[in-house]
């Protein structure tokens, strides 16, 4: 166990839906990470939050949005959605000690996501 | 740009033998991080090993070691005497300087036959 928690760990909806993915960093840890796993994309980076803030972004697509809430926990928000996007999405989080550091990152469980 | 490649998509071996995992990496950064992440069938990923770009000491963790070697930017994972709980889908991944973010490679399937 991770100690990073992602809720819900399965998501059927259609196309053209809105869903939200929630997680729950490790305690203590700053950084939340979002990233995509499909077939055909493999493990991918889209967006990272620091203490609240966006600090970086990947492949995100302007469908995509993400927030992280004053306790950390951070929500991945998926709109407009299409076949290609069902996908595991995971959160990572991280300590993060400073840009010259890359601490390790901890990854949830998961959620998958099938659009029909 | 970073980038990461497992040649080895698949491999097959039976219990007990050795069996080596490549990472190729690219980086013009002097400084990075890389990484080896399990992802076995009930789908989570589980972090093996962090190393960074001055360290190029090998490591041995119980039946794993990692093999980093910076003239041939390779970073590749041993597993000695297999068993069956090692098969997963092997990640190798990469942090540039400066910035968070995990590239990674597209993975090796490990498959250990009884």
């Known amino acids: 166990d991770s100690g990073v928690t992602q809720t819900p760990k399965h998501l059927i909806t259609a196309t053209g839906q809105r869903v939200t993915l929630r997680c729950s960093p490790r305690?203590?840890?700053?950084?939340v990470y979002w990233y995509q796993q499909s077939l055909d994309q493999g493990l991918q980076f889209l967006i990272q939050y620091y203490n609240g803030e966006e600090r970086a972004k990947g492949n995100i697509l302007e469908r995509f949005s993400a927030q992280q809430f004053p306790d950390l926990h951070s929500e991945l928000n998926l709109s407009s959605l299409e076949l290609g996007d069902s996908a595991l999405y995971f959160c990572?989080?991280?300590?993060?000690?400073?840009?010259?550091?890359?601490?390790?990152?901890?990854f949830g469980p998961g959620t998958r996501l099938t659009v029909l | 740009a970073q980038k990461v490649t497992q040649a080895q998509t698949e491999i097959s071996v039976v219990e007990k033998e050795d069996v080596t995992l490549d990472c190729v990496y690219e980086?013009?950064?002097?400084?990075?991080?890389l990484f080896w992440y399990k992802q076995p069938p009930s789908g989570e990923l589980v972090f093996l090993i962090r190393?960074?770009?001055?360290?190029?000491q090998n490591e041995i963790s119980g039946r794993y070691s990692w093999n980093f070697q910076k003239s041939t930017s390779s970073f590749n994972f041993t597993i000695t005497a297999s068993q069956v709980v090692d098969s997963a889908v092997y990640f190798c991944?990469?942090?540039?300087?400066?910035?968070?973010?995990?590239?990674f490679g597209q993975g090796t399937r490990l498959t250990i036959n009884p």
């Open positions: 991944a990469l942090s540039g300087q400066g910035a968070q973010k995990l590239v």
């Open positions: 990572a989080s991280s300590v993060d000690r400073g840009a010259d550091i890359t601490d390790t990152q901890y």
């Open positions: 305690s203590g840890d700053l950084s």
């Open positions: 190393r960074n770009s001055f360290d190029e």
């Open positions: 980086t013009r950064d002097t400084t990075y991080y």
